[in-house]
């Protein structure tokens, strides 16, 4: 063992070497994973989050809400880039779709679970002021939801980076491309091009959390403080699966 643990240390090592002295090579595959990461995460939140929050404003659809989301959770990655491989081919829209599939599952969870889980309360009082439903959707419900909503985009930016490197074997570009390609990198470059990966979705899902205290109404953020809640207002990822709790009522 002492053996086994000095060689997994010399290897660690020698990851940390092969990005120094392979830098632009990881900063150009970074772009790339970028650049993919970010088309599905749009194409994620558009296709999911108008419908989702509508629904939760309705407080309709619920059961279709959370199936839909379990469904996509259990689709396997290797498995959608192959059935579009059929239909687009090899190259980056055929990737793109498949982590498109990957994100939307905590998105529509959290953000149907979100709107929905407004305080009736609050939202009464803004219909007795004379608010429109629109009005009462964009002026109180998706404020009020929005650090429950960022935890399921901050989910979905772990999951849909982290699956990216899959993209190397349908001609997508990334970090992959190294991870997949041991005999041409070496042990050394697998280890040090998945530590790149793990460290880009943290960064990431960090810059998501600021934005998310940026974004949230100041007013929710001084009740947060004022009731001692655990962190403020800063809901992290593991609350992102608070919707699926949900289940149970759909069942």
Known sequence: ?????????QQFLDSFTFMGNNLSRLLD?????????????????????????????LHRGSGVAIRTANLGRSLPELA??????????????NVMLALVIVGIPPILANAFTAVDGVEPDVVDAARGMGM??????????????????????????LFIIGAS?????????GLGEIIVNQASYGFAGVLAASLWVSALALLIQGLFA???????????KVGARA?????????????AERGTVMEANVA
């Open 132 to 157: 429109s439903p629109l009005a009462v959707l964009l002026k109180v419900e998706i404020p009020l939801a929005l650090p429950l909503m960022f935890a399921g985009i901050r989910t979905s930016v």
């Open 80 to 93: 959608l880039i192959a059935i579009f491989l059929a239909f687009f081919g090899i190259g980056f829209v």
């Open 210 to 220: 600021l934005l998310q205290r940026v974004l949230t109404p100041a007013g929710l």
């Open 227 to 239: 009731a001692g809640l655990p962190g403020g207002i800063d809901v992290g990822v593991a609350d």
């Open 1 to 9: 063992m002492p053996f086994a643990d000095a060689g997994l240390g």
């Open 165 to 173: 490197p899959l993209a190397a074997i349908a001609g997508g570009a």
């Open 29 to 57: 595959d970074t772009l790339g994973t970028l650049e993919l990461s970010g088309a599905a995460l749009g194409v994620a939140l558009a296709i999911t989050l108008p419908p989702a929050v509508w629904l939760g404003h």
